[in-house]
């Protein structure tokens, strides 16, 4: 069994189970790809509208508060298996913050349910698929990271059910934001309205067989930036009954980052979902 921390591929791993892999590069193995889941005149100087034209409709675009009260929904954690927080402050010269929080942990403006949701559970006519991973698992915490720094983390799936299934990808999401404007950002960052930390951060991710087989979901054999990160369902093979697998996150901030990410804000969280060998659309 290779080392969990070395993303090297194994390449004398071709159990007949898997899911075919390509990969540009020929040492990394890509999932393949799933099926899918899935004019008028205006109003007169004292406001009032002219004779004959129909008044303005009320405004009734939501208000600020109910926007990011909406955008807090949006963020909760919806049945989501396996989920990355990653957060990056940067100060002065550049030395700063990077937190990948678990999911039990509340940040500003953002909210996160106290329960963890119940296991993935599909019944099939041979047995039942039931998806789980440690909830309780905290996937990575660093203090004063640099651009240069870099670090993994990995979380273990289970197929808890009485049937095999097919382990997939259902979704990815990227969250950007800017996140604020430092003195020292200011004159680099040439868009204030929009993150780079997104665009700089590099990323990959793996799933790893008990038997050392790793099939590469993002990245392939190299890391790409995680702005980069495509939202489409990815196959990335079969989950016998009680098999358990690891799921295995890096990143790497490079040392040519400028002030342009300081107190940016990304976020990624990753979908898991198992359906039946025989097909179908992998349950969340």
């Known amino acids: 069994m290779s080392d969990p921390g070395d993303p090297r591929d194994s390449d004398d791993a071709n159990d007949s189970h898997r899911a075919p892999v390509d990969s540009p590069d020929g040492e990394s193995r890509d999932g393949a790809e799933a ?10 100087e004292s406001g009032e509208p002219p004779d004959g034209a129909p008044a303005e409709p009320a ?10 009260g909406g955008q807090n929904e949006r963020r909760r954690w919806r049945s989501l298996l396996f989920l990355l927080l990653l ?20 940040m500003p403006g953002i909210q996160f349910p106290t329960e963890s949701p119940a296991p993935t559970s599909t019944p099939g006519a041979t ?74 951060l590099l990323v990959r991710l793996s799933v790893r067989y008990s038997g050392g087989e790793t099939v590469r979901v993002l990245g392939g054999g190299g890391f790409v930036p995680l702005a980069g990160v495509e939202a489409r369902n990815r196959t990335i093979g079969s989950l016998a009954a ?20 300081q107190s940016d804000f990304a976020g990624f969280d990753v979908v898991f979902g198992l359906a039946e060998s025989s097909g179908g659309t992998p349950g969340q």
């Open 35 to 44: 099926p899918d889941a899935v004019s008028s005149d205006g109003p007169t």
């Open 59 to 68: 405004d009734d675009r939501p208000s600020r508060s109910d926007d990011e």
């Open 87 to 106: 957060l990056l402050v940067l100060v002065g010269g550049g030395i700063g913050t990077f937190v990948i929080e678990d999911q039990g942990n509340v």
């Open 127 to 200: 047995g039942d698929l039931s998806l789980t991973a440690d909830a309780n698992a905290t996937l990575l915490r660093a203090e004063g990271v640099a651009p240069g720094d870099g670090g993994v983390s990995r979380l273990p799936l289970r197929n808890d059910g009485t049937a095999a299934g097919e382990l997939a990808v259902v979704s990815l999401t990227v969250t950007s934001e800017e996140n604020g404007i430092t003195n020292a950002e200011a004159s680099a960052d040439d868009s204030p309205a929009e993150g780079e930390l997104a665009e700089s």
């Open 242 to 261: 009680g098999e358990e697998v690891t799921v295995v996150f890096e990143w790497r901030l490079p040392t040519e980052t400028g002030n342009e990410v």
